[in-house]
């Protein structure tokens, strides 16, 4: 069995259809074993025997669609993937807050891979790297001042489509602890 995290799109926890139970509900239905999410924005751990992951989101994404009317995007990294993601410490000496706010934006599996890394799109935000293996781009943005909202996210759509998704470094570090915890 191999340890899974599902990165959900477009989850607000505040809606019926979007909260953790129902969404764990779908997982286990679907005969995931040790099902668990993590926090309250689409985060889902299980575990599960396949080893296809593009067959895995599709999966899931279609059960998400037709049990709870949910149509945003599936991305599945495997605890291993992650575990090598946070080893390699992308943010070295910085700390997750206002003005260091660590994201890591995943992108599906077919979504194509950048040749280099793009020109800084947006002055708040600072791209510090993408790490190929886990298919994620890893940036700082600054949040320091609450009248400036960076553009990063909207050129992360635009350039690479709906087929991604961004969690804090945070959320990244909680679903690994979570991953290893159902070990």
């Known amino acids: 069995m191999t340890g899974y995290a599902a990165l959900l799109r477009g989850i607000a926890p505040s809606l019926p259809n979007m909260t953790n139970d129902k969404l764990r509900g779908v997982f286990e239905k679907l005969g995931f074993e040790k099902v668990a999410s993590v926090l309250a924005s689409g985060n889902i751990v299980f575990h599960s025997s396949e080893t296809d992951v593009p067959a895995l989101e599709q999966q899931i994404q279609q059960a998400l669609k037709a049990e709870l009317g949910i149509a945003g995007g599936t991305i599945i990294r495997s605890h291993k993937e ?3 993601l946070l080893d390699s410490d992308p943010f070295p000496g910085l700390t997750h807050g206002r003005g260091t706010y660590l994201t890591a934006t995943f992108l599906k599996d077919s979504t194509p ?22 298919r994620v781009f890893l940036s700082i943005v600054d949040n320091s001042d609450p009248g400036k909202t960076p553009d990063f996210m909207a050129w992360l759509d635009k350039t690479y489509g709906k087929d991604i998704t961004t969690r804090t470094w945070l959320t990244v570090q909680r679903i690994v602890k979570k991953l290893e915890g159902l070990q």
């Open 82 to 84: 992650l575990r090598k």
């Open 113 to 134: 891979v950048p040749v280099q890394l793009p020109d800084q799109p947006d002055p708040l935000v600072q791209v510090v790297g993408f790490d190929k293996p886990a």
